[in-house]
């Protein structure tokens, strides 16, 4: 990249490429959440044991905290669709007892 001449908007420039940056890294980090919830949810439809669950869970809720904690996601929102993902292991859990 060819050196730029200080002048008015070359902190705006600047501020671009960060925000691309960000935003690259962030929906990289999101689109994880995403698979590790769609891994806990096959896991459930193909029955598999209740140890592997609790990995992926415990995986699940690592990322989703993460993500929380670089404010990617909003703490709330984090902590919602772990009660969720927590309810339907819990639900397939007891339905096969």
Avoid: C, P, W, Y
């Avoid at 001449?5 to 501020?15: A, F, L, N």
């Avoid at 691309?20 to 919830?37: L, V």
């Avoid at 993500?67 to 292991?89: E, G, Y």
Wanted: aromatic share 2%; no cysteine.
């Amino acid at each position: 990249m060819a050196k730029l001449k200080t002048g008015r908007h070359t902190s705006s420039i600047k501020e671009a490429r960060k925000a691309e940056k960000r935003n690259k890294r962030n929906m990289a980090i999101k689109s994880k959440i995403k698979t590790s919830i769609k891994r806990i949810k096959t896991a459930i439809s193909n029955d598999t044991t209740e140890v592997s669950q609790e990995q992926l869970l415990r995986q699940a809720f690592s990322e989703l905290d993460k993500a929380a904690k670089k404010h990617i996601l909003h703490f709330k929102t984090a902590s919602n669709k772990k009660a969720k993902l927590s309810r339907l292991v819990a639900k397939n859990n007891k339905s096969k007892d």
